[in-house]
């Protein structure tokens, strides 16, 4: 029998990373059955990715007000969250916490006063760089990894200053490194595995992984089957619990927690989103396989199961299933 249901009777669930956009003309389909979904599987809170380094400020503007006006119509089923304790509240009423994030930080223009508008309209984190180079510095798969530029300590410190999570996910080693020092506040990795597990450029190494941990930051494990082995096709529980275990071990299970970055759609994301943005795609293997793997937050039970079996106490398990990102989200917003 599992154990899970015994853990989640008192837990509030986080997945940092779901990375599509609110039902709409401009977003990817089946969104509001993706976020049924998530309720029916004990998640309580969920960061939705709203821009990226592919979308231009027009679409991202966009896709903010829609996803606030989709959240506001339905006020039975979510709270969108402000500060920390929203999530706490939604939680005790069994409603969906949300909240926005971007993957790259391009919708910036290079204007750092767009960074208190984007955290007033509702952007809780923000990645620095999707994979390849932009103003704030090198993404993953820029074989230079030239490191933060200028620009990008003057982007950490606003960030700072207007309590907006500074977040490393797809970020080059060198840049994520330089971001974690000139931060003043705990740095996250959102939805990252690790490359001492599996290595892979999309991963992050023991280095990064161990600065985070000394901001008080976390790391969100994710369940991309390209991301987890070499099998590419396995998004089991075993593997994601694989990287958790080796997360725990090396900067302790406080630090680590969920970041899916679940694709319900996978047909979409390969044929219209990913093949129309192949320049963000070039590297690391992503089409390899014309079916890449997602693991759904339906995994989350079976992963908790096994955290539980190889030693984590019921304390640790509902760190990484929620009350890490809290304590982060509960010290900067």
């Known amino acids: 029998m599992s154990t899970y249901p015994d853990v989640l009777a008192n837990s509030i669930v986080c997945d940092m990373t779901l990375p599509q956009g609110p039902a709409g003309s401009l977003e990817t389909p089946n969104f509001d059955a993706a976020m049924t979904a998530r309720a029916e599987c004990g998640v309580t809170f969920t960061s939705v990715t709203i821009g990226s380094d592919e979308l231009s400020i027009a679409d991202t503007v966009r896709w903010i007000g829609t996803a606030r006006h989709y959240f506001a119509s339905h006020p039975e089923r979510f709270i969108f969250v402000e500060r920390a304790a929203d999530i706490r509240t939604a939680h005790a009423a069994r409603k969906s916490a949300v909240n926005l994030h971007f993957q790259g930080s391009n919708a910036l223009l290079g204007d750092l006063n767009l960074v208190e508008v984007y955290r007033r309209l509702g952007v809780g984190h923000m990645l620095l760089a999707y994979n390849y180079r932009n103003l704030v510095g ?32 797809h970020t080059g080693t060198r840049t994520a490194l330089d971001a974690i020092a000139a931060s003043s506040q705990p740095v996250i990795v959102s939805h990252s595995n690790s490359r001492a597990v599996f290595d892979h450029p999309r991963n992050i190494t023991d280095e990064v992984a161990l600065a985070v941990a000394q901001t008080g930051g976390v790391i969100g494990v994710n369940g991309v089957g390209l991301f987890l082995s070499a099998a590419r096709s396995d998004i089991s529980a075993e593997a994601i619990a694989k990287h958790a275990d080796h997360y725990a071990e090396l900067i302790g299970p406080q630090h680590v927690g969920i970041g899916l970055d679940s694709v319900p759609d996978v047909k979409y994301f390969v044929e219209v989103f990913a093949r ?12 390899a396989s014309q079916t890449p793997a997602f693991a759904g937050p339906e995994i989350i039970p079976r992963v908790a199961d096994l955290l539980l079996a190889s030693g984590w106490s019921v304390l640790d398990v509902r760190g990484f299933l929620g009350e890490n990102w809290l304590r982060v989200m509960e010290r900067i917003w």
């Open 138 to 169: 090198d993404g993953c798969h820029e074989p230079s990894d030239a490191g933060l530029s200028s620009f990008g300590k003057e982007v950490i410190a606003e960030m700072n200053r207007v309590r907006m999570i500074v977040d490393v996910s």
């Open 276 to 287: 129309k943005n192949m320049h963000r795609y070039r590297a690391g293997g992503y089409f």
